[in-house]
């Protein structure tokens, strides 16, 4: 069976610029999470998608980021436009039920400069 | 609101020597609790996990955890560790259901 699968795996971008970030969760698991670990600190939540629907955001910085999750299946979490300090490690996660472990993907690693 | 403090930043020690991992939270309901690593260049990978029963918790590679309640601590433990017990490992509570709540992280340098 796949793990989660995170697209691409490194990004480096340009102050102002857009940039999309895709996960794909274990097939068949309703939960997925974002998170995020800027340099030095500690990962913190983003937001939560049960199926298609947003359960939790309030982890989300600002209205520059965009969180979708069409059809329940993959999603994506879009930075527009991407600022310095968003740089960091994206991670995404997922659970088949609520209350189970969450399997966490590769990451990927945003640089904006 | 939680809150998970990770004590050591840095943890270095000698392959085939003990090591404990220090973790301690706040949280004014009950939690669960979690240990991830993170390997180079890898996901986290679950460790172990306590929700309930025995406080003490094995989980994969020979780690172990303690919960302890009154001291609000749940440190990581193995006995003898190995080159390959390098990595970063992570302390993690959810307030039931749903998101994780990390604590900083802990490098393990494991030398020969």
């Known amino acids: 069976e796949a793990g989660v699968t995170q697209f691409p795996s490194h990004s480096v971008i340009e102050k102002g610029q857009t940039v999309t970030l895709r996960c794909d969760p274990i097939s068949g698991h309703d939960n997925l999470y974002w998170y995020r670990r800027v340099m030095g600190k500690e990962i913190k939540f983003l937001l939560h998608f049960v199926k298609e629907s947003k359960q939790d955001e309030s982890g989300m910085p600002n209205n520059r980021f965009l969180a979708e999750r069409t059809g329940g299946t993959y999603s994506t979490l879009k930075v527009q436009p991407a600022e310095l300090e968003d740089s960091g490690v994206y991670f995404c996660?997922?659970?088949?039920?609520?209350?189970?472990?969450?399997?966490f993907g590769p990451g990927t690693r945003l640089t904006v400069l | 609101a939680q809150s998970v403090t990770q004590l050591d930043s840095q943890v270095p020690v000698f392959e085939e020597a003990p090591v404990e991992l220090r973790c301690n939270y706040s949280?004014?309901?009950?939690?669960?609790l979690f240990w991830y690593v993170q390997y180079p260049n890898q996901g986290l990978q679950l460790l172990l996990k306590y929700l309930s029963g025995s406080t003490l918790v094995k989980g994969i590679n020979g780690f172990e955890a303690e919960f302890n309640k009154s001291q609000t601590s749940f440190h990581l433990r193995k006995p003898s560790v190995h080159i390959s017990d390098t990595a970063e490992y992570f302390c993690?509570?959810?307030?039931?259901?749903?998101?994780?709540?990390f604590g900083q992280g802990t490098t393990l340098q494991v030398k020969p």
């Open positions: 993690a509570v959810t307030p039931p259901p749903g998101k994780l709540i």
């Open positions: 996660a997922s659970s088949q039920a609520l209350r189970d472990t969450q399997y």
């Open positions: 949280s004014s309901v009950s939690v669960y």
